[in-house]
């Protein structure tokens, strides 16, 4: 069987790991032999498995991407604001002509608005 395994191997170039390898032994070959035993004769005759390459997490950015200059000579010369709009969450604005005119727009949605997402 370990004859099998390394032929399978050897056909696929080497990129054929335990499943797969098992995969083609049982409609192809006809053996029926566990996941297990493949793993192991395989580990046994030294064929390596497939390894998967590691992906990069994150996105790679400049150090200054608008060149900003946050050095200040004097005091109160510098005042950083972030300007951002956010959609509330769940929460819209309505305004009906059908309604009576004390209740023409209303809020809809949570009663005390939620804390900003990290």
């Known amino acids: 069987m370990t004859e099998a395994i390394v032929g399978i ?11 797969r390898v098992h995969a083609e032994l049982r409609p192809g070959l006809s053996i029926h032999v566990s996941h297990g035993t493949v793993e192991l004769l395989k580990q046994r005759a030294g064929l390596p498995g497939n390894r998967r390459a590691r992906t990069k997490h994150g996105t790679a950015s400049v150090a200054d991407l608008v060149e900003r200059n946050l050095t200040r000579h004097a005091r109160d010369q510098l005042r950083v604001v972030d300007i951002t709009e956010h959609q509330p969450l769940r929460a ?9 005119p004390s209740r023409d727009a209303r809020w809809v949605g949570p009663s005390t608005p939620r804390p900003p997402r990290r």
């Not at 191997?9 to 499943?19: D, K």
């Not at 604005?93 to 009576?100: E, F, L, N, V, Y």
Request: net charge positive; aromatic share 10%.
């Open 9 to 19: 191997h050897a056909a696929s170039r080497g990129t054929y790991g335990t499943r």
């Open 92 to 100: 819209r604005c309505t305004a009906r002509s059908s309604w009576t």
